[in-house]
């Protein structure tokens, strides 16, 4: 659940609680003000400057797909179909990304976890992306994608 319907839930379930000196639409239009608030300061604490031959680019965390090693520097796959590649190794991007849905699922590979759709663990342990793409994931962390998706599976 995003930061908007966290409060929207929020005030539907307390709105009895809650006194209206004021006009709907002025409650509606204050309301809107304090979601975009929140919404505006969780988006800035999520993002990450990513340092490339030539510029620094500010990416927030919630388009990159996966992160991929690539020598000493790291390409990040991003959601609107680019790729940036980055000066950084992946080491130092796992270290940043830790607790925000992100996880090495390979020495290569780091992952956001808010984009894959299938596990296939039979064989060699795969993570399927939502746009098709399939990366290998270390037996060593086969069990901890699976913790993830039963965690998942607990809040349906």
């Known amino acids: ?3 908007k319907e966290g409060l929207q839930e929020f005030l539907e379930a307390n709105k009895e609680h809650i006194r209206y000196s004021t006009t709907i639409d002025n409650l509606k239009n204050t309301t809107k003000f ?3 608030e929140l919404t505006g300061n969780y988006e800035s ?3 990450l400057a990513v340092n490339t031959d030539k510029q620094i680019n ?3 965390t919630h388009e990159i797909i996966y992160l991929e090693a690539s020598g000493k520097k790291t390409k990040l796959h991003l959601s609107n179909n680019k790729c940036v590649e980055a000066t950084t190794g992946i080491d130092s991007y796992e270290i940043k990304l830790t607790g925000d849905n992100f996880i090495k699922v390979h020495e290569k590979y780091i992952v956001n ?3 894959f759709s299938k596990f296939n663990f039979k064989n060699k342990p795969e993570l399927e992306l939502i746009n098709g793409i399939i990366l290998p ?4 962390k086969k069990n901890l994608i699976i913790n993830y998706i039963e ?3 607990d809040k349906i």
């Open 34 to 36: 304090f979601i975009d």
């Open 137 to 140: 994931v270390d037996p060593d």
């Open 113 to 115: 976890l808010e984009y």
């Open 58 to 60: 500010i990416i927030h």
């Open 151 to 153: 965690n998942i599976s």
């Open 1 to 3: 659940m995003n930061c």
């Open 45 to 47: 604490e999520n993002k």
